[in-house]
């Protein structure tokens, strides 16, 4: 199976900052990564699909990138709305698996 | 309005089965891979399971396969996840959610999930 790694596992920023989260495959898995936002209590909420593309709706502070196995997801400046715990996903081969997440809480 | 209701959750003692169901509306279902997604208390996300939109490509989590059984009925719109011999690390809240597209494989995202059921494995 491939595995993800995220890193960090936590982040403390502030509202302005600018701030990167970045995800690590075991093995090649293309561009088949997604980014997803989950707030305590909702629902998971899709950001990014095929490494850098942005979904529907979604805030283009927003931004993802890629370089071999190591994806990227940068939030340009923070937002009060924006800290939150975010998790990326590949879908390249099965069984699809997701990082261990990455806690993004106020300093 | 796209929504997806999963229902079938509850608890149930460690070896027996449960049947969850996800009833889809606001969507054309038979258009879209379906997947299951768990997350445990205070956890991660964990795909469980997807399923295809036509049921000819199927895939399982190593931690639930040869235990679970997804499967999907496009003329009532409803997918299910038939969960067998559960353990107590079974215990999460269990999402459905909708894909970006109707294949399985290699798929660009998750884009529509409902609000989850919740499985409690316990003696």
């Known amino acids: 199976d491939i595995q993800m790694t995220q890193s960090p596992s936590s982040l403390s920023a502030s509202v302005g900052d600018r701030v990167t989260i970045t995800c690590r495959a075991s093995q090649s898995i293309r561009n088949y990564l997604s980014w997803y936002q989950q707030k305590p209590g909702k629902v998971p909420k899709l950001l990014i699909y095929?490494?850098?593309s942005l979904h529907s709706g979604v805030p283009s502070r927003f931004s993802g990138s890629a370089s071999g196995t190591d994806f990227t997801l940068t939030i340009s400046s923070l937002q009060p709305e924006d800290f939150a715990t975010y998790y990326c996903q590949q879908s390249n081969s099965l069984p699809y698996t997701f990082g261990q997440g990455t806690k993004l809480e106020i300093k | 309005e796209v929504q997806l209701v999963e229902s079938g959750g509850g608890l149930v003692q460690p070896g027996r089965s449960l049947r969850l169901s996800c009833a889809a509306s606001g969507f054309t279902f038979d258009d879209y891979a379906m997947h299951w997604v768990r997350q445990s208390p205070g956890k991660g996300l964990e795909w469980v399971s997807g399923i295809n939109w036509n049921s000819g490509d199927i895939g399982y989590a190593d931690s639930v396969k040869g235990r679970f059984t997804i499967s999907r009925d496009n003329a009532k719109k409803s997918l299910y996840l038939q969960m067998n011999s559960l353990r107590v690390e079974d215990t999460a809240l269990y999402y459905c959610?909708?894909?970006?597209?109707?294949?399985?494989?290699?798929?660009?995202?998750?884009?529509?999930w409902g609000q989850g059921t919740t499985v409690t494995v316990s003696s």
């Open positions: 959610v909708k894909d970006v597209s109707g294949s399985l494989i290699r798929h660009y995202g998750m884009d529509v």
């Open positions: 095929g490494a850098s």
